[in-house]
C-alpha cells in the first residue's frame, strides 16, 4: 500500500463547478500538507500548505484536513478553464522531513 | 514566491553523452532537490542537499550525480547517458521561514524534458 493514494481521475467539470479532490494517506504522523498546482510541461507550483487539522482558504480554494480519518481534500469553487490542470497532494512529518507526493488527479474544466 | 531556474528547458540527446542539468534558486534556501517525473506519474525523489558540500540519495535508485559547492546551484550529472535515462527533471528548494516555525514547502522549476536517442 503507498503511503498516499489519490484517484487519479481524469476529473472532468464544467466551468463554475464546484471541484473536490482528495487524497488519504496511511501515515498518522504526518503534520504538513500541501496542494500543488501542475500545468502540462511546467512545475508544480504551490497552492495551499496547512498544519495538522482545520480548513484553510484562499480566495477559491479551500483546503481541509481530517487528521482522524487521513484525509485531505482542496475544495475550488467557480471552477474556471485556468484551473485545468494536474493537482497533487502533498505530506510530511515534520517540516524538515522528506516530502510524500500523490501521484496527482488530472482535472479538466470546460467551458 | 521562491525563484528557481532549470536550464535546458528540452535536451535531446544520443546515448553515451555526458549531460549536465543545472538548478539555480535566489532565495538563499539552504535545502535542494531534485525529482525524476515520468508523464502522468507521481515524482520520485533523487538526490537531495541540506546544504553546501552536502549530498544524498533519494528513494529511487538514479546514475545520475550532484554536487552543491554553492548554496545556489544544485546540478545534476549524467555521465553517459542511456534510452532509460529520458523523462522529466524537476528541481526544487525550500528553506527556514523567519517565523521559527520550520522550513517553508518546496518550490520547484519548470524542470527539464530530457530524451535520450
Known amino acids: 500500500q503507498k503511503e498516499v493514494e489519490q484517484d487519479p481521475g481524469p476529473l472532468s467539470v464544467p466551468e463554475g463547478a464546484i471541484v473536490s479532490l482528495n487524497c488519504t494517506y496511511s501515515n498518522s504522523a504526518f503534520q504538513y500538507f500541501m496542494w500543488y498546482r501542475q500545468y502540462s510541461r511546467k512545475g508544480p507550483e504551490l497552492l495551499m500548505y496547512t498544519y495538522s487539522s482545520g480548513n484553510k482558504e484562499d480566495g477559491r480554494f479551500t483546503a481541509q484536513v481530517d487528521k482522524s480519518s487521513k484525509y485531505i481534500s482542496l475544495f475550488i469553487r467557480d471552477s474556471q478553464p485556468s484551473d485545468s490542470a494536474t493537482y497533487l497532494c502533498a505530506m510530511t512529518k515534520t517540516s524538515y522531513d522528506k516530502v510524500i507526493f500523490g501521484p496527482g488527479t488530472s482535472l479538466s474544466v470546460i467551458p | 514566491e521562491a525563484d528557481i531556474y532549470q536550464t535546458p528547458r528540452y535536451l535531446v540527446i544520443g546515448t553515451g553523452k555526458k549531460i549536465t542539468l543545472e538548478c539555480s534558486q535566489t532565495?538563499?534556501?539552504?535545502?535542494m532537490y531534485w525529482y525524476q517525473q515520468d508523464p502522468g506519474m507521481e515524482l520520485h525523489l533523487i538526490h537531495y542537499?541540506?546544504?553546501?558540500?552536502?549530498?544524498e540519495k533519494g528513494d529511487l535508485s538514479s546514475e545520475s550525480t550532484v554536487s552543491r559547492i554553492r548554496t545556489e546551484h544544485f546540478p545534476l550529472t549524467l555521465e553517459s547517458a542511456r534510452p532509460s535515462h529520458t523523462s522529466q527533471y524537476l528541481c526544487?528548494?525550500?528553506?527556514?521561514?523567519?517565523?521559527?516555525?520550520?522550513?517553508?514547502?518546496?518550490?520547484f522549476g519548470d524542470g527539464t524534458r530530457l530524451s535520450i536517442l
Open positions: 542537499s541540506y546544504g553546501v558540500n552536502s549530498t
Open positions: 526544487a528548494s525550500s528553506g527556514l521561514t523567519g517565523t521559527g516555525s520550520g522550513n517553508q514547502p518546496q518550490h
Open positions: 532565495m538563499g534556501h539552504d535545502k
